[in-house]
């Protein structure tokens, strides 16, 4: 009943920029929170970050604090996640996730989209 659609990855060089979005669509009214979570090769999915839809409360992996920001469009339901001083260690697939509440574990979140890859050149 839930859509999400993920873009705005891409091959980007060390130090640069990225805006990722993901677009929802159906029975949005039942998900509270958005998530963003990323996994690269052989590694665990990994929490970015997540954001509320009502009253924007946002939450943020320690590490990504202050290069990252979640933000979202509630009339597009569209939630973004802004990306900068980009690494190479944040090469990785990145997933947009909708659930009830914004937690840092994936499996809670009950939606997820196909993912758009993101490769750090350095």
């Known amino acids: 009943q839930v859509q999400l659609v993920e873009s705005g990855g891409g091959l980007v060089q060390a130090g640069g920029s990225l805006r990722l979005s993901c677009a929802a669509s159906?029975?949005?009214?039942?998900?509270?929170?958005m998530g963003w979570f990323r996994q690269a090769p052989g590694k665990e999915r990994e929490f970015v970050a997540a954001?509320?839809?009502?009253?924007?409360?946002?939450y943020y992996s320690d590490s990504l604090k202050g290069r990252f920001t979640i933000s979202r469009d509630i009339a597009k339901n569209t939630v973004y996640l802004q990306m900068n001083s980009l690494k190479p260690e944040d090469t990785a697939l990145y997933y947009c996730?909708?659930?009830?509440?914004?937690?840092?574990?994936?499996?809670?979140?009950?939606?997820w989209g196909q993912g758009t890859q993101v490769t750090v050149s350095s």
């Open positions: 996730a909708a659930g009830m509440m914004p937690v840092t574990t994936p499996s809670p979140y009950r939606y």
């Open positions: 954001i509320t839809w009502s009253g924007g409360s946002t």
């Open positions: 159906g029975r949005t009214f039942n998900n509270n929170a």
